[in-house]
């Protein structure tokens, strides 16, 4: 399935639409919703171009939201280290540069052709082409990094609710970790899973909440949730 290919499901949900709020919601809902890993994949890669702009007219701002939160609980100073996951094309990044983030940051994303417009923003250190597996351990020194930001990734077909032990594993002790999932109806079975696997880290010792909130995700009103867009945000530290 091609992005260009959107049913009559959202075709509907986006009559009352602008033109060019129906075309990047199209894209959003498509990718959003695909089948599978590999095909979330390749809609990506046929999306990096426009990804920005489409992110951009739907008001996406849960870049802004992750690391202005972030930065409160961290040091902001020239070896302070943040590791952003599925950092895709570099919103957060923008975002840390912005707010006159003075650290280190590093970028892993699956999708090479996202990963390429990251690059051409000069924001980050590294960039490694690396997806994300609940049963693997990210290729990184243990401990590592003072924190990491993953904005908007988990969900269905993109990171599995078991990624944040592999991601928590990257951040020191006392290190912050910060990601969303979107709080609509759509989300709940997968929202539930994900704090089944974070409620499974605080048990063991792993991780401890410093906070939960919703805040908005996309703040064009969207047909989804007859709304703006929310997201869950969670904010641990490493034990």
């Given at each position: 399935?091609?992005?260009?290919?959107?049913?009559s499901?959202?075709?509907?949900?986006?009559?009352?639409?602008?033109?060019?709020?129906?075309?990047?919601?199209?894209?959003?809902?498509?990718?959003?919703?695909?089948?599978?890993?590999?095909q979330?994949?390749?809609?990506?890669?046929?999306?990096?171009?426009?990804?920005?702009?489409?992110?951009?007219?739907?008001?996406?701002?849960?870049?802004?939201?992750?690391?202005?939160?972030?930065?409160?609980?961290?040091?902001?100073?020239?070896?302070?280290?943040?590791?952003?996951?599925?950092?895709?094309?570099?919103?957060?990044?923008?975002?840390?540069?912005?707010?006159?983030?003075?650290?280190?940051?590093?970028?892993?994303?699956?999708?090479?052709?996202?990963?390429?417009?990251?690059?051409?923003?000069?924001?980050?250190?590294?960039?490694?082409?690396?997806?994300?597996?609940?049963?693997?351990?990210?290729?990184?020194?243990?401990?590592?990094?003072?924190?990491?930001?993953?904005?908007?990734?988990?969900?269905?077909?993109?990171?599995?609710?078991?990624?944040?032990?592999?991601?928590?594993?990257?951040?020191?002790?006392?290190?912050?970790?910060?990601?969303?999932?979107?709080?609509?109806?759509?989300?709940?079975?997968?929202?539930?899973?994900?704090?089944n696997?974070?409620?499974?880290?605080?048990?063991?010792?792993?991780?401890?909440?410093?906070?939960?909130?919703?805040?908005?995700?996309?703040?064009?009103?969207?047909?989804?949730?007859?709304?703006?867009?929310?997201?869950?945000?969670?904010?641990?530290?490493?034990?």
């Open positions: 399935m091609m992005v260009s290919e959107v049913g499901y959202w075709q509907e949900r986006l009559s009352n639409m602008s033109e060019t709020e129906s075309k990047a919601w199209d894209t959003v809902g498509i990718v959003t919703y695909s089948n599978s890993r590999q979330a994949d390749e809609l990506y890669s046929e999306w990096a171009q426009k990804y920005d702009s489409d992110l951009d007219t739907l008001k996406y701002e849960t870049p802004q939201n992750l690391v202005t939160e972030l930065l409160k609980y961290i040091d902001n100073t020239p070896s302070t280290k943040v590791l952003d996951v599925a950092a895709g094309t570099g919103k957060c990044g923008e975002v840390f540069k912005k707010l006159g983030f003075k650290g280190i940051m590093d970028a892993i994303e699956i999708n090479g052709a996202m990963l390429e417009i990251a690059k051409r923003k000069s924001l980050y250190r590294n960039h490694t082409e690396m997806g994300v597996y609940p049963d693997k351990s990210i290729p990184i020194v243990d401990g590592l990094y003072d924190a990491a930001v993953c904005a908007g990734s988990f969900g269905p077909h993109h990171l599995a609710p078991g990624c944040v032990a592999p991601i928590s594993h990257t951040l020191r002790q006392g290190g912050v970790t910060i990601f969303s999932c979107r709080a609509t109806p759509q989300a709940t079975e997968y929202r539930d899973l994900l704090e696997e974070i409620d499974k880290l605080e048990k063991a010792g792993m991780i401890a909440r410093i906070e939960v909130k919703e805040m908005t995700h996309y703040a064009v009103k969207c047909r989804e949730t007859g709304n703006s867009m929310m997201s869950k945000v969670y904010v641990y530290h490493r034990l």
